[in-house]
């Protein structure tokens, strides 16, 4: 079904309705008891849970998830869901506080808990890059020590009191992967290509950065070098992948305004997935089903370091 905001209202208005819709997709051929996988399953009404015929376990489709052990009711989380998901430049906590008329510290922990869902799925079932392949570093905050005080984007003191720098490749039309690196030696960046890039790729191509360097042993590797104003030959550019740089900084800059550098790692995961599903009908569907199943992150884990920058 084709969603928007208006029909997505419409369809989940009431818990139940996002309750069944969440059963569906948890359970395609009908609930069964987690622990002893018996179909035979009683429904208590009342508590929204299954209690099993063969072993009385008492189960219910939000138990062990994010959506459990939240005082938020589960439209809301639906409607928050589906703005991260359908924003292109991504929708902040204090949005998310504002359209759907919820505390900031429970937007706040809802945004982070959605991304870090979708975080720690991400990668593990993604094949390497093939094809023709582009990597690039690029650095995100820093100084900003050119622009009037009352418009510096990424904020003062301890937020971007140095640049991060995030490295990305990406497959000309296809996928790409970013991650927030400490630095940008040869270890690091030659790690990052084989961990992401198949060896198959046909091009591989960068900035003439030295940390790439001894990609040409087991790549078909193509520099161009940016320092002589060189940008374009033939086929070798990093123009696919700078173009998602400026979605990413434009994103933040829009959208966040400020994102600590602890917080960072989580946004730009978030950027990759969107990227990674612009063309996915179903990617709120596909949200909703990672967010099933994915342990749920302890509130205390994400204040552990007392910044809620967001
Ligand atoms: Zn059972």
Not at 81 to 86: A, D, F, K, P, S
Not at 199 to 207: F, N, P, Y
């Amino acid at each position: 079904m084709d969603m928007n905001l208006l029909t997505l209202a419409r369809t989940y208005d009431s818990d139940a309705k996002c309750r069944l819709y969440l059963e569906e997709l948890a359970w395609p051929d009908g609930a069964k008891c987690p622990r002893c996988q018996s179909d035979k399953i009683s429904r208590i009404e009342k508590r929204h849970q299954y209690d099993c015929d063969s072993c009385r376990y008492q189960f219910s489709v939000t138990a062990g998830t994010i959506f459990h052990d939240s005082h938020l009711p589960l439209w809301k989380w639906f409607a928050a869901i589906y703005l991260m998901c359908e924003s292109k430049k991504g929708m902040s906590a204090m949005q998310i506080k504002r359209t759907l008329g919820i505390g900031y510290k429970t937007a706040w922990y809802l945004c982070h808990r959605v991304r870090a869902a979708i975080q720690s799925v991400e990668g593990k079932e993604e094949a390497r890059f093939v094809g023709e392949v582009e990597v690039d570093e690029t650095y995100i905050g820093g100084k900003d020590k050119n622009r009037h005080a009352n418009k510096r984007k990424y904020g003062t003191g301890r937020h971007y009191a140095e640049k991060a720098t995030v490295i990305g490749a990406i497959e000309r039309g296809g996928r790409v992967r970013a991650r927030v690196v400490p630095i940008t030696d040869t270890a690091t960046l030659d790690s990052f290509v084989r961990e992401a890039v198949s060896q198959k790729v046909t091009l591989i191509a960068t900035d003439e950065h030295s940390g790439y360097r001894l990609l040409g042993k087991d790549y078909n590797h193509g520099t161009v070098n940016h320092g002589k104003g060189e940008y374009v030959v033939g086929a070798i550019h990093t123009n696919t992948i700078e173009s998602f740089w400026s979605l990413l900084k434009r994103g933040i800059v829009g959208s966040y305004h400020k994102v600590s550098k602890e917080h960072l790692p989580a946004y730009v995961s978030e950027f990759e997935f969107r990227f990674n599903n612009r063309k996915n009908p179903h990617l709120f569907r596909d949200t909703l089903k990672r967010l099933l199943s994915t342990e749920p992150l302890p509130f205390e884990k994400l204040t552990s370091k007392k910044s809620q920058a967001a």
